[in-house]
């Protein structure tokens, strides 16, 4: 029994067992004449060493490889210079660089020497040694498009039978120069097609897989492709299912306050929390952020309106510049006063043609203000009808009304009442055409801020302003969760590998059903983590509007549900050895007794990465229809 306890020690001391630590554990088990236990050690530590993966990244010197190695290690580095962005690396890397992933210990990334831009692609590959050792590569390219050096490395790849992915680094770069060069008719979307586009057509035309194109910012993590990548390598060496929309978008809608209780959350507790707190900010919804974008044709006031609804005078300190040219150039966002974290947007003017409004990208904003200087036209008729399809609401305003109402000569003038009346009617009936529902429109005069309707306008959007922030952080729910969710699913993860291994561990002096127990009780805690468990689902459900059984409806791993050991024996054993079966008929060596199936610490660790799996998309299931109407 000494011997065994040891085992047990082991684990008590050290609950993430490496190597090293396996094979001192089998060693005084040898010194014991235990030589059962030891066997079954060193299957473990051989197993082990079969699970082993190694990933290779490279890339041309400058790309961006050890950028995005170290995001892929959950490192990102701070940006405290903004010019480092743009610097070439300072010393060659002549030897490959080896990084244990944090979640997955068998999994290690290989940071390998990058290529010049003179050097030819055989040479290089000549460097680089023996490519069979590596599961699959990670191409990293910088700005440039793919060149013909990009091309022979892949090539030589798929010569040995590796896969690989191709991540486009640095696009947020590209969005910031493409936004400066083209103004208004700037859309990001449009931007990172274009850039997909170029890459997949390359790959296509050289018989390579379009799809493995990832477009990211090795800086900014949570932005762009980053999670889709890692969640697609993870798939393809790990043997990771799940199911993923790509990209996860921004949050700007949820409050840095709320945010740090969601992660929070993550960290420690259990998601069945996460309700209360999204429910709390939508009961006040004063630290939502609300982006209300100011939008028309180019002079038609949209900064003078900007500064007139902030209450600030052209000129001043603050004031959005005005001008009688064009003067907005990229888009601004300005905070107004009378309503906590209303942004108005000062958007440069939209161009007159189709082409120009089919570029705007009005996802990024929450409202809109519609904004006419003179009779509606045919592009607020465009504006207004793609903001209705994009499931935005809108405020028209008619800017200059001065100039209609004071400016009508002839012996008869008609009262300024009636021609305010005549305006307002026919851009209601205009706006009606074009799909909006109970349309308000504001006739302003930016010059009178207290003459027309300018006071109802930011009287409007005061009142407006709580229901818009409800919808804009109901919009980003479920991009919140997705966030959240993946957040814990890491979270548990990391301890998979290590909890698997103590587990085939304790089978040295434990029986199959304890060892059954033990993992039972361990995807239990999991479920708690996810908010899945009994007491979970009922306080979910006192936080939100549904009942619990409609939560348990949504749940469909089998994990989540009471479990039996049978089952579970029956995901981690495999049929005993041939050896074993035959040692078993030898007299007093086998002892004539039967042979049970072993417990597989690859099927072990297999099972504990599905649970976390598809508890996590569970999860996910049950969060949105508890919050979400």
Same mark, same amino acid.
């Given at each position: 029994?000494?011997?065994?306890?040891?085992?047990?020690?082991?684990?008590?001391?050290?609950?993430?067992?490496?190597? #090293?630590?396996?094979?001192?554990?089998?060693?005084?088990?040898?010194?014991?004449?235990?030589?059962?236990?030891?066997?079954?050690?060193?299957?473990?530590? *051989?197993?082990?060493?079969?699970?082993?993966?190694?990933?290779?990244?490279?890339?041309?010197?400058?790309?961006?490889?050890? =950028?995005?190695?170290?995001?892929?290690?959950?490192?990102?580095?701070?940006?405290?210079? $903004?010019?480092?962005?743009?610097?070439?690396?300072?010393?060659? !890397?002549?030897?490959?660089?080896?990084?244990?992933?944090?979640?997955?210990?068998?999994?290690?990334?290989?940071?390998?020497?990058?290529?010049?831009?003179?050097?030819?692609?055989?040479?290089?590959?000549?460097?680089?040694?023996?490519?069979?050792?590596?599961?699959?590569?990670?191409?990293?390219?910088?700005?440039?498009?793919?060149? *013909?050096?990009?091309?022979?490395?892949?090539? +030589?790849?798929?010569?040995?039978?590796?896969?690989?992915?191709?991540?486009?680094?640095?696009?947020?770069?590209?969005?910031?120069?493409?936004?400066?060069?083209?103004?208004?008719?700037?859309?990001?979307?449009?931007?990172?097609?274009?850039?997909?586009?170029?890459?997949?057509?390359?790959? @296509?035309?050289?018989?390579?897989?379009?799809?493995?194109?990832?477009? %990211?910012?090795?800086?900014?993590?949570?932005?762009?492709?980053?999670?889709?990548?890692?969640?697609?390598?993870?798939?393809?060496?790990?043997?990771?299912?799940?199911?993923?929309?790509? &990209?996860?978008?921004?949050?700007?809608?949820? #409050?840095?306050?709320?945010?740090?209780?969601?992660?929070?959350?993550?960290?420690?507790?259990?998601?069945?929390?996460?309700?209360?707190?999204?429910? /709390?900010?939508?009961?006040?919804? =004063?630290?939502?952020?609300?982006?209300?974008?100011?939008?028309?044709?180019?002079? /038609?006031?949209?900064? +003078?309106?900007?500064?007139?609804?902030?209450?600030?005078?052209?000129?001043?300190?603050?004031?959005?510049?005005?001008?009688?040219?064009?003067?907005?150039?990229?888009?601004?966002?300005?905070?107004?006063?009378?309503?906590? &974290?209303?942004?108005?947007?000062?958007?440069?003017?939209?161009?007159?043609?189709?082409?120009?409004?089919?570029?705007?990208?009005?996802?990024?904003?929450?409202?809109?203000?519609?904004?006419?200087?003179?009779?509606?036209?045919?592009?607020?008729?465009?504006?207004?009808?793609?903001?209705?399809?994009?499931?935005?609401?809108?405020?028209?305003?008619?800017?200059?009304?001065?100039?209609?109402?004071?400016?009508?000569?002839?012996?008869?003038?008609?009262?300024?009442?009636?021609?305010?009346?005549?305006?307002?009617?026919?851009?209601?009936?205009?706006?009606?055409?074009?799909? %909006?529902?109970?349309?308000?429109?504001?006739?302003?005069?930016?010059?009178?801020?207290?003459?027309?309707?300018?006071?109802?306008?930011?009287?409007?959007?005061?009142?407006? +302003?709580?229901?818009?922030?409800?919808?804009?952080?109901?919009?980003?729910?479920? =991009?919140?969760?997705?966030?959240?969710?993946?957040?814990?699913?890491?979270?548990?993860?990391?301890?998979?590998?290590?909890?698997?291994?103590?587990?085939?561990?304790?089978?040295?002096?434990? @029986?199959?059903?304890?060892?059954?127990?033990?993992?039972? /009780?361990?995807?239990?805690?999991?479920?708690?983590?996810?908010?899945?468990?009994?007491? @979970?689902?009922?306080?979910?459900?006192?936080?939100?509007?549904?009942? #619990?059984?409609?939560?348990?409806? +949504?749940?469909?791993?089998?994990?989540?549900? $009471?479990?039996?050991?049978?089952?579970?024996? #029956?995901?981690?054993?495999?049929?005993?050895?041939?050896?074993?079966?035959?040692? @078993?008929?030898? $007299?007093?060596?086998?002892?004539?007794?039967?042979?049970?199936?072993?417990?597989?610490?690859?099927?072990?660790?297999?099972?504990?990465?599905?649970?976390? %799996?598809?508890?996590?998309?569970?999860?996910?299931?049950?969060?949105? !229809?508890?919050? !979400?109407?």
């Amino acid at each position: 029994m000494r011997g065994k306890n040891q085992a047990a020690s082991a684990m008590d001391s050290s609950p993430h067992l490496d190597e #090293s630590q396996l094979r001192n554990l089998k060693a005084r088990y040898e010194a014991q004449n235990n030589s059962s236990v030891a066997s079954q050690i060193q299957a473990l530590v *051989d197993c082990v060493n079969t699970l082993k993966i190694q990933v290779g990244i490279l890339g041309e010197r400058g790309a961006g490889v050890s =950028t995005l190695v170290q995001a892929l290690l959950d490192k990102p580095r701070p940006v405290t210079d $903004p010019w480092a962005y743009f610097r070439w690396p300072r010393q060659a !890397m002549k030897q490959p660089v080896a990084h244990a992933h944090p979640t997955y210990p068998n999994l290690t990334l290989y940071e390998l020497p990058g290529f010049e831009v003179s050097e030819e692609p055989a040479a290089y590959l000549k460097r680089l040694g023996d490519l069979s050792k590596f599961s699959c590569f990670v191409l990293v390219i910088g700005g440039a498009g793919l060149r *013909d050096a990009h091309l022979q490395v892949l090539k +030589a790849i798929k010569r040995k039978g590796k896969g690989f992915f191709l991540v486009r680094t640095k696009v947020d770069l590209d969005l910031h120069t493409a936004e400066r060069r083209r103004r208004s008719r700037y859309n990001p979307t449009e931007q990172l097609g274009l850039i997909r586009k170029d890459l997949a057509d390359t790959l @296509s035309k050289n018989g390579m897989d379009p799809k493995k194109v990832f477009l %990211v910012s090795g800086v900014v993590k949570e932005r762009y492709e980053f999670a889709y990548f890692e969640d697609s390598l993870e798939k393809e060496v790990l043997n990771l299912k799940r199911t993923h929309d790509g &990209n996860l978008e921004d949050v700007e809608a949820v #409050s840095q306050r709320t945010i740090k209780m969601l992660y929070k959350i993550c960290q420690s507790g259990s998601l069945s929390d996460v309700p209360a707190v999204i429910h /709390s900010a939508l009961e006040n919804p =004063t630290q939502i952020q609300l982006n209300v974008a100011v939008i028309g044709e180019a002079g /038609s006031g949209k900064s +003078a309106l900007v500064n007139a609804l902030r209450g600030v005078g052209c000129g001043e300190r603050g004031a959005a510049p005005t001008g009688v040219t064009e003067t907005t150039r990229k888009a601004m966002a300005y905070l107004l006063p009378v309503v906590p &974290n209303l942004y108005l947007w000062d958007l440069p003017g939209v161009g007159l043609t189709e082409e120009d409004l089919s570029h705007l990208d009005l996802s990024r904003y929450d409202f809109f203000l519609l904004l006419a200087s003179e009779r509606y036209k045919h592009t607020h008729s465009c504006l207004a009808r793609a903001i209705t399809s994009a499931g935005k609401q809108v405020f028209f305003v008619r800017s200059k009304i001065d100039v209609d109402v004071e400016a009508r000569p002839g012996s008869h003038p008609v009262p300024k009442e009636v021609v305010q009346e005549k305006v307002r009617k026919s851009c209601e009936e205009a706006l009606k055409k074009d799909g %909006v529902d109970c349309p308000k429109v504001f006739l302003v005069s930016c010059l009178k801020s207290d003459a027309y309707d300018l006071p109802l306008l930011q009287e409007a959007l005061r009142n407006s +302003a709580p229901d818009l922030k409800r919808k804009a952080l109901r919009r980003a729910v479920p =991009t919140v969760l997705s966030r959240l969710v993946r957040r814990k699913a890491r979270v548990l993860m990391r301890d998979v590998w290590g909890k698997a291994l103590n587990n085939c561990l304790y089978f040295v002096e434990n @029986s199959q059903p304890a060892v059954a127990g033990n993992l039972i /009780s361990t995807i239990a805690v999991f479920c708690i983590h996810f908010g899945l468990d009994e007491a @979970s689902l009922q306080r979910t459900a006192q936080a939100s509007s549904k009942t #619990s059984w409609l939560l348990q409806a +949504a749940i469909q791993s089998p994990f989540a549900k $009471p479990l039996n050991t049978a089952y579970v024996l #029956s995901l981690i054993t495999k049929p005993p050895s041939l050896t074993s079966w035959v040692w @078993s008929y030898v $007299p007093y060596l086998g002892r004539g007794a039967k042979v049970e199936p072993e417990i597989s610490f690859e099927s072990t660790y297999g099972m504990l990465q599905r649970v976390v %799996v598809e508890l996590s998309e569970d999860a996910e299931r049950v969060l949105l !229809m508890a919050i !979400m109407e």
